[in-house]
């Protein structure tokens, strides 16, 4: 049996691929036909196992997607930023088994399973660039939980690190910053270790140059050392 951990993994990828193929499509067609909600920090999107069939589309903010794990804690398993989709697993059918919460005030624009599926549907090419990323991001999952499984806990940390870079990150001159605020307790709830062994691993990246952080506590990332250093 899998665990809420391996389906998260397995899921991550999957959204942002779907993002990149119904970004132009949903929001020029079904998106401008609803209106945005606001969620204020730490106010949850949507939550495991609600019943809610709908994709959510986030107009503006940030926003953690993750579960709670069988013995409490949090997981998170991407962190996702306007023009991102989260609530992709309302299209299985099993219960839902990931939740998503905002990491400071946004507003995202709820739109049906069921509209979702009718533009699929109606357009050939879109079905099969669907079919296509399931079948990478079925790739991707496998990478991933060998990752969890085989890598050691810096290893981990300098993926996320990278992952989160290029896809929340703004270049900053010689460093990307991430222009969210993520705590090193939320970064241990997406390497999967405790949060003292991440303080350890970041204070060795931040001794080598690779992390530190900005006035605001924004985290600043030599992508180019953190990937070398990953390889």
């Known amino acids: 049996m899998t665990t809420r951990t391996e389906r998260g993994a397995r ?6 691929a779907l993002t990149t193929i119904f970004r132009g499509k949903l929001c020029d067609t079904v998106v401008r036909r609803h209106s945005a909600v606001a969620f204020d920090k730490g106010q949850v999107i949507h939550d495991i196992e609600d019943g809610n069939q709908s994709f959510f589309f986030i107009q503006s903010g940030f926003v953690k997607v993750g579960t709670i794990a069988e013995d409490g804690r949090e997981l998170i398993y991407d962190v996702r930023k306007s023009g991102d989709i989260v609530g992709e697993l309302c299209a ?10 905002a990491l400071e005030r946004t507003e995202v624009v709820a739109v ?5 599926l009718e533009i699929v549907q109606k357009d050939r090419d879109l ?21 969890v499984a085989f890598a050691d806990s810096v290893h981990r940390l300098v993926a996320v690190l990278v992952r989160l870079g290029k896809q929340l990150g703004r270049d900053a001159g010689r460093v990307t910053e991430i222009t969210t605020y993520l705590t090193q307790e939320e970064l241990s709830q997406m390497v999967a270790v405790r949060r003292e062994r991440i303080s350890t691993a970041m204070n060795l990246l931040r001794d080598r140059g690779m992390v530190n952080y900005s006035r605001r506590g924004h985290l600043l990332l030599d992508l180019k050392a953190l ?5």
């Open 92 to 101: 299985s059918d099993q219960p839902r088994q990931d939740r998503a919460v």
């Open 227 to 231: 990937e070398a250093y990953g390889e």
């Open 11 to 16: 899921y991550a990828p999957l959204s942002s």
């Open 112 to 116: 049906p399973l069921d509209e979702v």
């Open 127 to 147: 079905l099969r660039q669907f079919v296509q990323r399931f079948c990478d991001s079925l790739s991707d999952a496998y990478d991933q939980l060998n990752s």
